[in-house]
């Protein structure tokens, strides 16, 4: 079955370390998106990506960065420049050549700080 | 930019009917997408609409109204299974697909 898998599900930073989440998918999809939620709060979009070895800011990139090497995988990076990286993290991809194509998500990374 | 407005919690009761709205204030409009979403899980796709007019889905049905930048979501024979976040998310306009979505409404069904 198709799907977008990201790993790991719970994840623990450690103050001043970096960690990364990974986003893997395997539905052909070109666009490949990070969001952000809080409690409260909706999805924020943190990166997104239109085509492999290409990728945009979306409206809260600081403290965060990602890479675009390969059309199934985005991976983001949590840097320690971000100091509230507390939240629940979703990965989706979409297809970009069809009007009104939904984003597909995946089950999402929980972070939380020690 | 886009601002979007839905009402933070519902609640309805097992059987009834629901509506949860959704305005928007955008720069461009290229459609709507509403979405559920529940608690500690992914959100999973349920409608779209870039026309005036109601489109049904079994149970759900959405419906937009340009002009009045205005949408809903409409849930028939509400289950206990439809308590959760209802996401409505209004795509950017240009050639991608990025959306912003609104806060999301949190809905209750009680027995």
């Known amino acids: 079955d198709g799907g977008i898998t990201q790993s790991p599900k719970y994840l623990f930073r450690k103050e001043g370390q970096n960690v990364t989440l990974s986003c893997e998918q395997n539905l052909n999809h070109d666009a490949m998106y990070w969001y952000r939620q809080d409690p409260g709060q909706g999805l924020r979009l943190i990166y997104y990506s239109q085509i492999v070895n290409d990728f945009q800011k979306g409206d809260i990139a600081e403290g965060y960065s990602v890479s675009r090497e390969k059309k199934e995988s985005f991976p983001l990076t949590v840097t320690s420049a971000q100091k509230n990286p507390t939240a629940f993290y979703l990965c989706?991809?979409?297809?970009?050549?069809?009007?009104?194509?939904?984003?597909?998500f995946g089950d999402g990374t929980r972070l939380s700080i020690l | 930019g886009q601002n979007i407005d839905q009402p933070t919690e519902m609640t309805a009761t097992e059987g009834a009917i629901v509506q949860i709205n959704c305005t928007y204030q955008t720069s461009g409009f290229n459609g709507l997408f509403w979405y559920q979403q529940h608690a500690g899980e992914a959100p999973t796709f349920l409608s779209y609409n870039v026309l005036d007019g109601l489109e049904e889905k079994g149970r759900f049905s959405s419906f937009l109204s340009r002009s009045k930048g205005y949408s809903y979501l409409l849930l028939k024979e509400l289950q206990m299974k439809d308590s959760a976040s209802y996401l409505c998310?209004?795509?950017?306009?240009?050639?991608?697909?990025?959306?912003?979505f609104g806060i999301g409404t949190k809905l209750q069904v009680i027995p």
């Open positions: 998310a209004v795509r950017d306009p240009g050639g991608y697909q990025k959306v912003t």
């Open positions: 989706a991809s979409s297809i970009t050549r069809e009007v009104g194509q939904p984003q597909h």
